[in-house]
């Protein structure tokens, strides 16, 4: 390996540490997975890498890797659903599906310090199902509006609201019992 | 509706207010090896549009005289070994290029015999029959993937 080149991997090396996190977030909430979402993290940064010269100093970097990052993991779902769908039953019309009970555990989250109710927080999001979680997600994390969502996902427009609408009526007895407030949460 | 508002504002500052989530730290090494990998990959492994010039023209020329070759030996009629027939059809000398043709006529010649022997409606059954089986072999295929691989709904309908 030359000198430059060595020295362009440990830029890269460096580039990679400031947003990993930030890609592999994207990709976990969406997917729900971790082992997925290192697949895709992986082929983020691959892409990156062969544009990095643009990249390293483009200040829209992190814009780009993230979006990258979601459209592969929706890609990813995607392919997944229509093999599944494929060689699946059809499952009922999730319109039809009773609402998601998320589990609060018997501890009382008040006593919890603000890392562990984070933790618990991702974990009742990556335990919604997946036609709640992705809207959720790209809603609240990735700010796309009700219409982008839409299109995006193939779906009509009501069933995202419905979609989103049920997906925080879940998330909500856990969120009261860590009292998590607005006025908390954003300080 | 007042009410839908504030769940929602409640439930987007709880969400925006979680760290990002930790990358696992296996991703750093495993991107580093995928892309000393590739450096590693012999040049003909990468994409097309990534091979030397010359690979890539002398690649394309070759494409191009295995087709002029194949249209010229479908073309020409079997031919001696004299010299008119050479400055007629100059492939012809190439060893296998008569075999071949003779090859590529006894096939149409066979072919032709079979359709006259063997009556329309038994090819049409052949077909169907063909079809058939295809269609019982997929089913086969997919009754025993539900029944041995099913896996877990909620990872993958999104919708």
Known sequence: ?187 | MDQERTIERRVHEALRGLPPARAPRTLEARVLDAIEGRAAAPWWRSSFAQWPWAARAGFLGASLALVLAAILIGQAPAVGGSFAAFQAHPLMVVPGVSQAQALLATFAVLRTALARAIPTGWIYFAFLLGGLLYALLFGLGTAAYRALYLGTPAQVSYR
């Open chain 1, 1 to 187: 390996m030359t000198s430059t080149e060595t020295s362009s991997s440990s830029e890269f090396t460096i580039f990679m540490r400031a947003y990993q996190d930030m890609v592999f977030s994207t990709a976990v909430r969406l997917t729900g997975n971790e082992a997925q979402a290192e697949d895709i993290a992986q082929e983020v940064f691959l892409k990156a890498y062969q544009g990095f010269d643009q990249l390293r100093s483009s200040p829209s970097a992190g814009g780009w890797l993230k979006t990258v990052a979601r459209n592969l993991a929706l890609n990813h779902l995607s392919r997944y659903r229509k093999r599944w769908r494929f060689f699946s039953e059809l499952p009922p019309s999730e319109d039809d599906a009773p609402p998601i009970d998320v589990p609060v555990p018997d501890t009382m989250l008040l006593d919890l310090t603000t890392a562990e109710r984070g933790r618990q927080i991702e974990a009742a999001l990556r335990g919604l199902p997946g036609h709640q979680r992705v809207p959720l997600v790209l809603f609240h994390f990735e700010e796309l509006s009700y219409e982008e969502i839409a299109a995006k996902l193939g779906v009509s427009l009501s069933k995202v609201k419905t979609d989103i609408r049920r997906g925080r009526e879940a998330l909500l007895p856990l969120l009261e019992a860590s009292g998590v407030t607005p006025d908390e949460s954003t300080g």
